[in-house]
């Protein structure tokens, strides 16, 4: 691979196809994903490779090209492997692995349309049917339907509502990433751990068939080292007589890390115990790393200092390992610490200080894209076409809101909080290579200062308050992997 950067026109043919082979791939790995046994439905779905918070790092892309690393081999498909087309491959099938995994279709799209058969009449009332088909039709689905009965009339509007709120979002986030490439990847030069994996991957899959592949032999080593970590899990998880050499059937979170419940102390920090996290680590900055461990320290201090100090959180001693953390009361939702506020607190300061730092960048880009300077000349898409797609989705996507019968303020709402929310997480997920969650955490916090300050567990007697909580968390607010994956073109 060349160190120097290509310009590549993009046509039409190549448009085309990065359709076809997006629609041909999430049809299988969707496919896939659903019909794979119970027991090797967690390990073996190819979705995230490593099961810890906000990391991300999607598999199919890796098996594609070493897919390609085969093919290439072929003499007559080897002019066709070229560095453009992997990294359209690679693009094309990371945009298919966040919308083709074991949570996304099948957790959120599902969940909700499924919501009529589990929810009081009264909430459901303030839903319109295009959004949440009626509960016949949701019980049809439950309990399961031929394609020749399935009430395609009644589905095909909310298979539009829920592409339309995918798509303008979308345009939100490749106006966006437009706008702050050159900021952060030319100037900052963010490290983006996935996508040096990727690079690396790419680089050997085209070095593999030349003669001088100097990176052969760590290429190789590190695989075969992966499939070693690996296969302890997915074989404790297949096969019952094999060996539980990481103690995965006892004591693990659904993210891969130990539980470690004291009775008499309010220890609430797992240890994870997939291996393949820690490799991944070594990518992350050492003094990042050392931030994170500082501050989970200054957390854990001031849990203590309330616990034994003045007697706050007694009752974690009462739940289990993951009652400590989420089950009320506790130190996230509940006074003193109230951590979630703080998290949501943290949230808008670096979105506020980033905004002003950078200001000076984003009024050069405006003078760019709307002036007379030169300097979109060097960017893939031009700062005016970008502002014009940033501008025009999130206009368009408050109109979507207000037809779909929110309020004005909620539609207006909604894209600002995805905005706030995923403007500031790219860019920690950039540096760190993994972020929280930010559905419960962080996201909800702005919805709910700027629609309602004062409610707390309010009755539903609108639109807004019986779906913006729900679109706030599970849309707007979750890993982009569960559900806002059109936030990742960043």
Not at 40 to 64: D, K, Y
Not at 160 to 175: K, P, R, Y
Not at 437 to 456: K, Q
Request: aromatic share 14%; proline share 7%.
């Amino acid at each position: 691979m060349s160190e120097k950067s290509v310009e590549e026109k993009l046509t039409v043919k190549t448009l085309l196809l990065v359709v076809v082979l997006s629609i041909a791939l999430t049809v299988f790995w969707d496919a896939f994903t659903l019909l794979l046994p119970n027991v090797a439905f967690c390990t073996q779905n190819v979705s995230n490779l490593i099961p810890a918070f906000g990391v991300e790092l999607m598999g199919i892309p890796f098996l594609m090209l070493l897919f390609s690393m085969g093919l290439i081999r072929i003499q007559t498909l080897r002019k066709h492997i070229t560095t453009t087309n992997l990294s359209i491959l690679y693009v094309t099938t990371l945009a298919v692995a966040y919308f083709a995994n074991t949570s996304l279709p099948w957790g959120y799209h599902a969940g909700l349309i499924f919501t009529r058969l589990f929810s009081a009449e009264e909430q459901m009332r303030y839903v319109p049917e295009f959004i949440v088909p009626p509960r016949d039709v949701a019980l049809l689905l439950y309990r399961g339907a031929g394609l020749g009965v399935v009430p395609w009339a009644t589905l095909i509007p909310e298979i539009i509502w829920h592409f339309l709120l995918m798509a303008l979002f979308g345009g939100v986030s490749i106006g966006l990433a437009s706008i702050f490439r050159r900021q952060w990847v030319d100037v900052e030069i963010l490290p983006f751990p996935q996508v040096l994996l990727a690079y690396t991957c790419l680089v050997n899959v085209e070095s593999s068939v030349k003669p001088n592949w100097t990176s052969k032999m760590p290429f190789l080593i590190g695989m075969l080292f992966g499939l070693l970590l690996v296969a302890p899990v997915s074989a404790v998880t297949l096969f019952p007589w094999f060996p539980d050499i990481l103690m995965w059937r006892t004591n693990t979170c659904g993210h891969g890390a130990h539980q470690l419940t004291f009775p008499d102390i309010p220890w609430h920090l797992p240890v994870p115990k997939y291996i393949p996290l820690y490799v991944f680590m070594l990518l992350i900055p050492l003094h990042l790393l050392g931030s994170i461990v500082f501050y989970v320290l200054v957390m854990e201090i001031a849990v203590f200092t309330s616990f034994y100090a003045f007697g706050y959180y007694t009752s974690m001693l009462q739940q289990g390992f993951c009652g400590r953390s989420w089950c009320l009361p506790n130190f996230f939702s509940d006074p003193p610490l109230n951590l979630w506020s703080v998290n949501t607190g943290n949230m808008l300061g670096l979105f506020v200080i980033t905004v002003l730092m950078q200001r000076r960048y984003i009024l050069d880009t405006l003078k760019a894209a709307f002036g007379k300077t030169g300097k979109n000349q060097e960017e893939p898409l031009p700062y005016r076409t970008s502002w014009l797609i940033l501008l025009t989705s999130f206009m368009l996507l408050i109109i979507f809101f207000i037809t779909s019968g929110f309020s004005p303020w909620a539609s207006i709402v909604m894209p600002l909080v995805g905005i706030i929310t995923w403007f500031t997480f790219a860019q920690l997920w950039g540096r760190l290579g993994f972020m929280v969650s930010p559905d419960e955490t962080i996201a909800p916090g702005p919805t709910r200062l700027l629609l309602w300050p004062t409610l707390s567990w309010p009755t539903i007697t609108s639109q807004d308050l019986a779906l913006v909580p729900y679109i706030t968390e599970a849309w707007i607010g979750h890993q982009s992997l569960d559900g806002a994956a059109h936030y990742m073109p960043f």
